[in-house]
């Protein structure tokens, strides 16, 4: 009799137990995927907005690693190039061709990121002024808008010839004169001065993210005295 109420009171336990086992599979996937969205969330903070707490060099150099490069400014500009041509018979020019030729040409000034180091900031906490030392600007080959040139030719008789060599010329001419114009002090004044303003609008809104308030950001290129 005693058997029969130990097997009576027993039985009630095992599809409670199985019960909780297969819970227990139940929530192992969802686990998982808890764990899964947790360390993406923590992957994804860390790699767009973690900065090293009081290191303001550290997030404007954060800033500035999001980009390899930056264009600060474009320059469109007509260049002339004027070329002659002679063809004759046993040395004779018999002849004579003369085209000038007006082309469009535009040059972009890029800032090369990736050689902006550490020790290329310097932060004064007393006056809250963050000092950036740019590289060089990098000057693009000149992009000369063939489809838009205009042509002037003088000839009583311009061959296929002459006219191929007369064009070719005058852009090899255009394309010299466009990258010297790039270099003229007066255009290169202009690119420093528009990626000076770049990167103070590239830095003090992530500064001021970042919990450092409304920073100056003071910005040179290397060479140039500290104004």
Known sequence: MADELTREETRPDTPVQRQQS?????????LIVIV??????FLTWRAYFYSEEGDPVGSAMLAFEKQNSLNVFS???EVVAESEDARGVLGIDLLKSRQATILPATVTYTLDLSHVGRDSFAWDASNETLDVVLPALKISRPNLDEAAAREFTDGNWVTAGAQRALSKNNSLQAERKAAAFAKNPQVLALARQAAKEAVRQNLAIPMQVAGYGDVKVKVRFEGEKQS
């Open 36 to 41: 899964l969205l947790a360390a993406v969330a």
């Open 75 to 77: 320059s469109r500009f």
């Open 22 to 30: 297969l819970a227990r599979v139940q929530a192992m996937p969802w």
